[in-house]
């Protein structure tokens, strides 16, 4: 058994699509009409046949008092991994990234949340190598 699919809400597909594609530099995967919305889902570049994220209207009414009672508590929807959080962070306000909580060190981890403009917080994470 392997995670195939993952999903995140947005408030907005094309401007999710836009932002994980053209910020992140996530990759686009499937992007099929399904009524009023798409069936819309981004890989990373790095393992372009691995988990694909599902970018998911957010129009159930459950999904946004959740998705803003996260936001409010400062809390991310979920996490990327990254090389270097400090590279990373470093490149994503150079376009412009809202962050919410600089690169910080927690123990074997690094860590950074920005705002991905559609309604979430996302933290990218690095494990720091251990001290020789």
């Known amino acids: 058994m ?3 699919l993952a999903s995140i809400h947005v408030d907005d597909q094309e401007k999710a699509l ?3 594609t053209d910020v992140l530099g996530f990759l686009p995967k499937n992007d099929v009409p399904m009524g009023e919305h798409r069936w819309l889902t981004v890989v990373s570049p790095e393992e372009p046949d691995g988990v694909e994220l599902v970018l998911e209207p957010d129009d159930h009414p459950a999904v946004r008092p959740y998705t803003e009672a996260l936001v ?3 809390i991310p929807f979920t996490s990327f ?3 270097d959080v400090h590279a990373e962070f470093d490149r994503l306000k150079g376009l412009g990234v ?3 909580q600089e690169p910080t060190v927690m123990g074997p981890v690094t860590t950074a949340v920005l705002d991905d403009t559609c309604g979430n917080l996302i933290q990218i994470a690095a ?3 251990p001290a020789s």
């Open 81 to 83: 991994a990254v090389a």
């Open 2 to 4: 392997r995670i195939n």
């Open 18 to 20: 836009r932002f994980y």
């Open 98 to 100: 809202t962050f919410t």
């Open 72 to 74: 409010a508590d400062g």
């Open 127 to 129: 494990m720091e190598a």
